[in-house]
Each structure stands twice: as C-alpha cells, then as structure tokens.
C-alpha cells in the first residue's frame, strides 16, 4: 500500500490529499511540441510558505512563516513516455517532475498512489494552462465488497482558467497564468465516511517553467461532523543560480 500525497507536498502541516483525478480524466500522451523552457540544474527557488486566512485566503500574517527551498536536479530528461523533462526536489516534500508544452500547457508527474483500498498508477497530469478550457470530470466512481463490507470511492475535479497576472519576486512583476482547481474526494467504508475538498490556486510562470506560488485550502468532513478547513499558501521569494 503506498502512502497518499498531496499534489504537491508542499506542506507538512496540510491535511492530506492528492490530486489523483487528473490521472484518469487526462488523456495525456508524448507530442511533437516539445520544449525545452525550464531553470537550470543547480538553481534554487527559495520560497516563503504561510499560513491562510481562511476569510479571503490572505496571508494569516499572525502565523510563522517558513522559507522553504525547492532544488532543480536535473533538466531535458525523457522519464515516463516524456523528454525535457525537469525534476526537482521539493524541501518536506517529493521530487518533483515537470513537463512545459509550447501550447503553454504544464505537465506534472503524479507518482502511484493509495486512496484506502484502491490504488492508483503513477502518469502524467496535465494543467490546462495553455489550453484554458474549464473541464470538469468524474473521475472514477467505483465500489468493492470485501470481507462482506462496501468500500467506495468517488472522485471529481474541476479545472478552471482564470487569466494572466503578476507575481512580485524580488520587487519585480512576474507574468503568471493562473489555474484553479477543485477536486473533491468521497470515500466510504461500511458505515464509515470522508469528504475531502481541496480548493486549490497555482500561478504559472512560462518565462520561468515554473510554478511560483500556490494557494491551497483543504476541507475534511468525517461522516456528518462539521467540516474542518486549513489553509496553506506559498509565493516564490528569490532565485538563487
């Protein structure tokens, strides 16, 4: 059984969760629009990571924040049916592999993963930021009988464009493209039941290859308790070659 994963990783105090639905809904498959758009091997984007107000998902400026520091290892492999491929390593969190299309289009490798009793194969995600078409999905809906109990898991997704804009590194204006996604995650076991819904914000830096900030709120709902919320965000502080 392998463990489950945020999409990212990025934070070690954020409720677990992982973006799993792409992997199905995706057809995503090698092309000819290649690019080789990516930071060096060597270079290191350092990070600041914080905490959010959940009423307008602003920084929660009474919280720590945390600098946090990702590493690029290695740039134009061929990994999983892809070339130019960049990886890097993502400080309290996994490797990272990313894939930029000419369409503008972001792939990022999603590793194999657990969801309770159903596994999941690792492949390509594709994040529609080149295409900018909204996409929403079921993407696997499906029951098992074990031992006499019902276990069940529904996943959906939704994906949304939402437009260019600027991130500030450094005092300087970035160009980004912004993508939001939902995906919600119902699982059931016998009696037993979780919702999870994780509301997340990525903005995409083309001249960089990169993503440079995020914005995550994750909610978890046990059965019919009250829903918790935490949420977690971080903005890329300095490039360091």
Request: aromatic fraction near 8%; hydrophobic fraction near 40%; charged fraction near 20%.
């Amino acid at each position: 059984m392998k463990m489950i994963t945020t999409f990212w990783n990025m934070a070690a105090g954020l409720a677990i969760l992982t973006l799993a639905g792409f992997l199905a809904s995706c057809s995503v498959t090698t092309s000819p629009d290649d690019s080789t758009l990516a930071p060096k091997a060597g270079t290191n984007l350092i990070f600041e990571e914080y905490t959010l107000d959940l009423k307008d998902r602003s920084r929660d400026t009474t919280k720590r924040v945390f600098e946090r520091m990702d590493t690029i290892l290695a740039a134009g492999l061929t990994f999983a049916g892809e070339t130019n491929v960049l990886m890097a390593f993502r400080q309290n969190a996994d490797t990272l592999r990313l894939k930029h299309k000419t369409n503008g289009d972001l792939l990022v490798y999603q590793p194999e993963i657990s969801v309770g009793r159903f596994d999941v194969p690792g492949r390509w995600v594709r994040l529609a930021y080149g295409l900018k078409i909204p996409d929403t999905v079921t993407v696997i809906d499906v029951a098992h009988v074990v031992g006499g109990a019902n276990d069940s898991l529904r996943i959906t997704i939704a994906q949304t464009f939402e437009g260019p804009t600027t991130v500030l590194v450094e005092g300087k204006p970035i160009s980004v493209m912004q993508l939001r996604v939902i995906r919600q995650q119902y699982i059931a076991s016998g009696t037993s039941s979780v919702r999870n819904v994780e509301d997340a914000i990525y903005w995409y830096a083309p001249s960089l290859g990169y993503i440079i900030q995020e914005n995550i709120v994750f909610t978890q709902q046990n059965g019919t308790n009250t829903p918790s919320s935490t949420g977690t965000g971080r903005t890329l502080i300095r490039i360091e070659e």
